[in-house]
């Protein structure tokens, strides 16, 4: 689908940084619109400028608090369509609900999919994401998604801050194919934990497939929810012997008990990207050095012009 119209970048209150960043990266200024709620609760939206005819983009990570992100971006939507926006383009981040993705148990929804029909249903003609939980979301949707990957800003960075003896981890099974990429383009062995998940939010750690005796360990993850993955197989890497233990994830969701459980971990350094707003008590462990945030930004900028030039998005990726 061509377009005409100008680009114009809105957001809603989710993250409005990244989005002012991604304006400044495209050398625009985010869109006019009120964001505000009703005495009872309710999104009150309303777009301040003229739309018609544009090529609109929203920016709006489907972060905690989920539900209320997830209801303000599909007003948003449907606002765009009825005030006759040529194309209107989800730009999320951070894609809510992804960890319920198929039927693995009776009796539980798929609600990647039912966010998914409602995210379609509301108006949008365009998906652009950063690192799905599970690929094959992306065919939950009826509409051409472009699926980034947070991997080149996170692979630069250590690039330029390089580790010696590295082994980069994959946490579990489902995580092989995104550390073997990792591993590759930093020139490292992998290691595969054996992970045992008895419920939700609840994981064990069962073996450690690989030598990582003496040996810097680089756990890679999409995201980190309450941490109790990640700081568990910090766990079973150093009682293997391990020397300096990383870990990197694109999504800090970092809910629960999350903080202090990496503070407490045997986590050297944390990196991330600000797909999602870094939670408040984060801020400590970046002034202790223990977190750092890397912006994906000029990334998604730089899909976005693409996008509005109808030209390749491949070379983004990893």
Same mark, same amino acid.
């Given at each position: 689908m061509s377009v005409t119209g100008d680009i114009k970048i809105f957001t809603g209150n989710a993250h409005?940084?990244?989005?002012?960043?991604?304006?400044?990266?495209?050398?625009c200024d985010l869109g006019?619109?009120?964001?505000?709620?009703?005495?009872?609760?309710?999104?009150?939206?309303?777009?301040?400028?003229?739309?018609?005819?544009?090529?609109v983009f929203i920016i709006q990570p489907t972060c905690p608090p989920t539900d209320q992100n997830l209801m303000e971006l599909l007003?948003?939507?449907?606002t765009f369509k009825r005030a006759s926006a040529e194309r209107v383009t989800a730009v999320i981040p951070y894609f809510?609900?992804?960890?319920?993705?198929?039927?693995d148990r009776p009796?539980?929804?798929?609600?990647?999919?039912?966010?998914?029909?409602?995210?379609?249903?509301?108006?949008t003609d365009r998906i652009l994401t950063v690192d799905l939980h599970?690929?094959?979301?992306?065919?939950f949707f009826d509409i051409p998604v472009d699926h980034l990957f947070a991997a080149p800003v996170i692979v630069n960075y250590f690039q330029e801050n390089p580790i010696e003896n590295l082994v980069v981890v994959a946490p579990d099974t489902g995580?092989?194919?995104?550390?073997?990429?990792?591993?590759?383009?930093? @020139?490292?062995?992998?290691?595969l934990v @054996?992970?045992?998940?008895?419920?939700?939010?609840?994981?064990?750690v069962m073996n450690v497939v690989g030598n990582v005796k003496e040996m810097n360990c680089l756990i890679v993850d999409d995201m980190c929810d309450t941490g109790g993955t990640i700081c568990k197989v910090a766990e079973a890497l150093h009682k293997n012997g391990a020397n300096d233990i990383y870990a990197c994830f694109s999504h800090a969701v970092l809910s629960g008990n999350a903080i202090n459980n990496l503070a407490g971990s045997h986590i050297k350094k944390i990196i991330v990207t600000d797909t999602i707003p870094l939670h408040e008590d984060g801020r400590d462990l970046m002034e202790q050095g223990r977190i750092e945030v890397l912006s994906v930004a000029e990334l998604l900028a730089t899909a976005i012009k693409s996008i509005h030039d109808e030209t390749s998005v491949s070379f983004l990726f990893i």
């Open positions: 409005i940084e990244l989005a002012e960043k991604i304006c400044r990266h495209l050398s006019m619109a009120s964001t505000d709620r009703f005495s009872d609760g309710e999104f009150n939206f309303q777009i301040g400028e003229n739309v018609r005819g544009s090529d007003i948003m939507l449907d809510g609900y992804a960890r319920s993705d198929k039927k009796r539980v929804p798929i609600a990647a999919k039912l966010i998914a029909n409602l995210i379609n249903t509301a108006g599970a690929s094959q979301i992306q065919g995580g092989a194919e995104r550390a073997r990429a990792y591993a590759k383009r930093l @020139d490292a062995g992998l290691v @054996d992970k045992r998940r008895e419920k939700a939010n609840v994981a064990e």
